[in-house]
């Protein structure tokens, strides 16, 4: 008997493709919402079912809480798959599901809420154990008073937003006149992006490694960890290339930041699939809990990989009420896999580069493509400029970069600029190669050829 017979995928582009290759080997029927821009790519007509939801606005379409459950109601979804980005972290719109009757594929209205915000999060991790990086957790009421505290914690320092995310509004400030400068410039980003003008600071840390833990809990007190993903490589905040396992880690690093994930989710309660992002001291090897994801995300499929295991189809387990069917010692990593994030961007300034795919050929045979489009369909500028995903698993981490060199060589885009070139000149470098790269990769070599011209 399947897990549900019919849910509604609140989201688009790959993702809805992804969550409806998992629908149909499962035989759940899938219900698509597409706005004007999305008319007619691909989830559109994979889906068993689609409903135009209006203008190509996001705010007038994907992030329309009421049309969303309009068209749940009207074609008998039972559940609502939020993928991620859009409604997928937003608590009100885990609670109306809950409030008409529809189940919301993954975790709990008040487990998002919590999460979201980053002060309360902190201050939960530090009552499980979990490390969190070395700041102020208390309302800053003035710019003086952060000033205050800032002194006492030493600079540098982060000023982040506590409702914030993707690296919006964060300023690193070095010294007490950039505090200054930048405390009611973040106040008002966080104000105006987020709903809520919090923040807080905590110690900006230069040389460091993004590493996150996939974990998954069922309704049961059942909560797994699925191993790490390395995501260092990453422009404007934003992360480009995934892989697992992390070349920086050791078995005994490893074991203890899974533990101590496992450790921060069962702290809450926590069900269904999330994330638990950790930032690495890449100076003194000390590692500290960063933020929560309540949601799959993006990179799940380099988890999915090593793993050999579908997470959308267990978030559709948890989310029926039925209890994981593995236990943490059948959880096993097979190999390495890498994630490329294609980008209709500008490989050099990273800008968006929307616009018609005239060409889009991928050698299928060498790797998995989570693609969002077809040749001759059109990157919209409404939406992320991701184009999709290329991810490639092997036995080790050379096997798997001479597979994506040989992928990249052979994939033929043309219509739009993307960062495949970006890709090219990455697998041939031998820190890349070899592991030895922080959060600021990207951004030192940029300059390093700026200054070059």
Sequence with gaps: MPYFNKILIANRGEIARRIIRTCNRLGIETVAVYSDADEDTPFVREASEAYSIGPSQASKSYLDINKILDVAKKSGAEAIHPGYGFLSENAKFAKSCEEAGITFIGP??????????????????????????PGWDGQLDSVEHAKEIANDLGYPLMLKASAGG?????HVVQNEAELEKSFSSAKQTAGSSFGDDTVFLERFISKARHIEVQVIADNEGNTLHLFERECSIQRRNQKVV????????????????????????KEIGYTNAGTMEFIFDDDTGDYYFLEMNTRLQVEHP????????????????????????????????????????????????????????????????????????EEGNTVSPFYDPMVGKIIVHGKDRNEVFDRLEEIIEQTEIEGIKTNLSLFKELVNESDFREGRYTTDYLQTRKQGKEEVK
């Design 108 to 133: 709990d209205a008040d487990k998002i809420e919590l999460m979201g915000d980053k002060i309360e999060a902190r201050r939960h991790m530090k009552k499980a154990g979990v490390p969190v990086v």
């Design 242 to 265: 995934e892989e697992s396992p992390s070349p920086f880690l050791n078995e005994k690093l490893r074991g203890q930041l899974c533990e101590s994930a496992v450790k921060g989710v």
């Design 166 to 170: 993707g690296g919006i509004g964060m």
């Design 302 to 373: 380099v988890t999915e990989e090593i793993t050999g295991l579908d997470l959308v189809e267990l978030q559709l387990r948890i989310a029926a009420n039925q209890p994981l069917n593995i236990t943490q010692d059948e959880v096993t990593k097979s190999g390495y896999a890498v994630e490329a994030r294609l980008y209709a961007e500008d490989p050099e300034t990273y800008f968006p580069s929307p616009g018609k795919l005239n060409t889009f050929k991928l050698p299928e045979e060498l790797g998995r493509f989570d693609v969002a489009y």
